[in-house]
């Protein structure tokens, strides 16, 4: 027993040590370390443009096979630029010191290679209108380089007018004929080294995309609609008004696509889609419109955030929503609102509201909407506001370039009390005094133009938005002083454009986004007489705040007497770069970084504008990603201050009076600043 034990013993002894060095043997993690490119002969993208594409600068650990993987992914990327005949080669070197890899791609583009010729196949028996089309709006043409995504791009142009025409059955061949093996939906093919001896077809590709079913036309027949679980008898034709599409009309896929945007105005459909249904040999074409419901009342109470006059709201609200008011898809609903700034900024309202998804035909819907605030709506001024607002919305056409228009009519009662101290309310003197109340009436007719071509509500990478804006107010108030000569109201024209784009600078991957933003807006004020009063400050211009130049807290800049009344001209505008920095299967995915440069100001009338008034301010912010948008925080410096004293306009002449001076502002926000 004794010897057994000591053979056990030893053996444990002999295992223990062995586990020991095998533990110790265990390679040490290596970091990743500087990644560069050396380029020896051209270079077509920047170094920034290609590390967005690569794994390793995400991973902080050093790992072979990322560097292999990366290796393709530049090989990819290239090849899909055109340049087939890159050669890439990587070096690593390992510093002992610092416990890092450091890597470097060793690139020889070699020549892009050019499209000399597009041939496409299969469109011979399309009608003429089509083929116009098809012809008009080319996005590759011979002499482009050659880039995989702008053929993708291109293809899907062409099948959507295809199947837009009535050519149900449009697609792109997938098979290879084993006849002709140019028969094949898309083809990218080099011409032969005799061939590309000659300078016209030197580093060319033949570009060939070949058609199938453009044979014939087909016709939207019968359409079958199913309401799932109708405990609310929606009627059939709430439905039938919807579908942008009747019996006999060419086949139209947008129009199906429509229609399913259509049901998303009826607040009682959950979901709705509109799906073929069946082919018929007479070239017909019947669809089922399949609709689940929503509930039809509803109570939410909820937490609500907003920027109005260019500060931050948050607070609770209550709504009740009653989703097929008297039938027909109408919608009811009343909100109950208290939204805090600071102790002397917030706004308490009550909100009903009236929406008619249907007004003379399915593109147009109209709201109604009264409501009554008690807004305090800086220190010194407090507002009794009832509104009044009638909006038609009108849908356009996607095809157009401004795809969607509103028009307001409003008619506003505002009541102004001056809470603190004289207020001054214009540049020609007028004062309200300190405990004194003004009414004042404010009717505006409206109208908006809208193009918007952006990839994401919440956080576009690509696209341009763009609106204009013309109002006047005045003329129904005017109307009323023929009968009621005690009518105050102001009386002017009001103009305003907004524009945004938006760059994708990560290879189509939404990772790395340039974003640029214009705003101009002038109050123009006309007429005279005892009963015109000066714009109300709910109507003006700010700026400072999380959507306005960040280095300002909200209406405290401006080439104004004051600042928190606002001003009737405005020039503004931001750059944006936001990047994602940490790879998508990582747990900090949600979260981007922001530099930013912002510019702009505000004046007390367009005649008082100035270049050199024109304020600058800089800084960074995080945004994480959330299901309602992003979630952000800007710190904004004052880069240039056009109203502080000589030797300190720029932010570097100074630089140890920026916190002691605050020549910055802490920006809190739901949502990116444009």
């Not at 019996?247 to 799906?275: H, P, W, Y």
């Not at 419901?293 to 907003?306: A, H, R």
């Amino acid at each position: 027993m004794k010897i057994l034990f000591t053979k056990i013993y030893t053996a444990g002894i002999i295992l223990l040590v062995l586990c020991s060095n095998l533990l110790l043997a265990q390679p040490k993690k290596v970091e990743t370390g500087d990644i560069t490119f050396n380029f020896k002969k051209t270079e077509s993208f920047s170094n920034a443009a290609l590390l967005d594409i690569l794994l390793l600068p995400r991973e902080k650990y050093f790992n072979r096979i990322n560097l292999e993987e990366d290796l393709q992914r530049l090989n990819k990327f290239y090849f899909d630029n055109g340049f087939f005949d890159v050669i890439i080669d990587t070096l690593t070197s390992y510093n002992k010191e610092d416990n890092q890899v450091n890597v470097r791609f060793i690139i020889i583009e070699n020549p892009q290679y050019l499209i000399k010729e597009v041939r496409l196949q299969g469109l011979d028996k399309v009608t003429d209108g089509v083929k116009a089309e098809i012809n008009s709006g080319q996005l590759i043409e011979a002499g482009n380089p050659y880039n995989k995504n702008k053929i993708n791009l291109e293809k899907d142009r062409i099948l959507n007018i295809l199947q837009n025409s009535g050519y149900f059955f449009a697609q792109v061949d997938t098979v290879r004929s084993k006849i002709d093996s140019s028969r094949r939906g898309i083809i990218i093919g080099k011409y032969s080294e005799e061939m590309q001896k000659k300078p016209e077809y030197k580093n060319m590709v033949l570009l060939r995309l070949r058609f199938i079913g453009t044979e014939d036309i087909y016709r939207f027949g019968k359409v079958n609609i199913s309401i799932d679980n109708n405990k609310y008898k929606i009627g059939n034709f709430v439905i039938e008004r919807e579908v942008a599409f009747k019996q006999g009309d060419i086949f139209d896929k947008s129009k199906m696509v429509q229609s399913e945007r259509n049901f998303t105005k009826l607040a009682i459909i959950q979901l709705g889609r509109v799906m073929v249904d069946s082919v018929l040999p007479d070239k017909t074409i019947n669809t089922s419109v399949k609709i689940s419901l929503n509930n039809k009342y509803e109570i939410t109470p909820g937490v609500t955030s907003s920027y109005q006059s260019n500060r931050l709201y948050v607070g609770p609200n209550l709504e009740y929503k009653d989703k097929d008011f008297f039938g027909g898809g109408r919608v009811l609903s009343a909100t109950a609102e208290g939204l805090y700034n600071s102790t002397d900024i917030n706004i308490l309202s009550l909100e009903f509201s009236l929406f008619q998804p249907f007004l003379f035909n399915n593109n147009i819907t109209a709201t109604l909407t009264p409501q009554l605030a008690l807004v305090n709506f800086n220190e010194d001024l407090e507002i009794l506001i009832m509104k009044n607002l009638l909006r038609l919305t009108y849908f356009i056409a996607d095809y157009t370039f401004y795809s969607n228009a509103y028009s307001d009519i409003t008619f506003d009662i505002v009541s102004l009390r001056a809470k603190k101290r004289d207020l001054l309310l214009d540049e020609d003197g007028t004062i309200l005094k300190k405990g004194e109340r003004l009414n004042v009436v404010n009717s505006i007719i409206g109208m908006t133009l809208i193009h918007n071509n952006t990839n994401n509500i919440f956080n576009p990478s690509r696209g341009f938005y763009h609106s204009i804006t013309a109002e006047s107010a005045g003329a129904l108030p005017r109307l009323f002083t023929l009968f009621k000569t005690n009518l105050y109201y102001s009386q002017y024209v009001k103009l305003s454009t907004t524009n945004s784009f938006y760059f994708d600078i990560s290879g189509d991957r939404a990772a790395s986004i340039v974003a640029t933003n214009f705003e101009l807006g002038d109050i123009i004020e006309f007429g005279s007489g005892d009963n015109i009063l000066p714009v109300t400050a709910t109507y003006k211009y700010y700026m400072g705040g999380g959507n306005s130049l960040r280095g300002w807290r909200a209406q405290t800049g401006g080439i104004l007497n004051d600042p928190s009344q606002g001003g009737k001209f405005l020039l503004e505008g931001s750059v944006d770069w936001r990047r994602k920095p940490f790879p998508e299967r990582s747990m900090l995915a949600p979260v981007w970084g922001v530099l930013f440069l912002d510019y702009g100001n505000v004046w007390e009338s367009d005649g008082k504008f100035r270049f050199n008034q024109v304020a600058l301010s800089a800084g960074f912010g995080i945004r994480y990603d959330t299901f309602v948008g992003p979630i952000r925080i800007d710190l904004g410096f004052k880069l240039y201050d056009p109203l502080a004293s000589e030797g300190s306009k720029w932010l570097w002449q100074n630089p140890s009076t920026i916190f002691k001076d605050k020549r910055y502002a802490i920006q809190f926000g739901l949502g990116n600043a444009f």
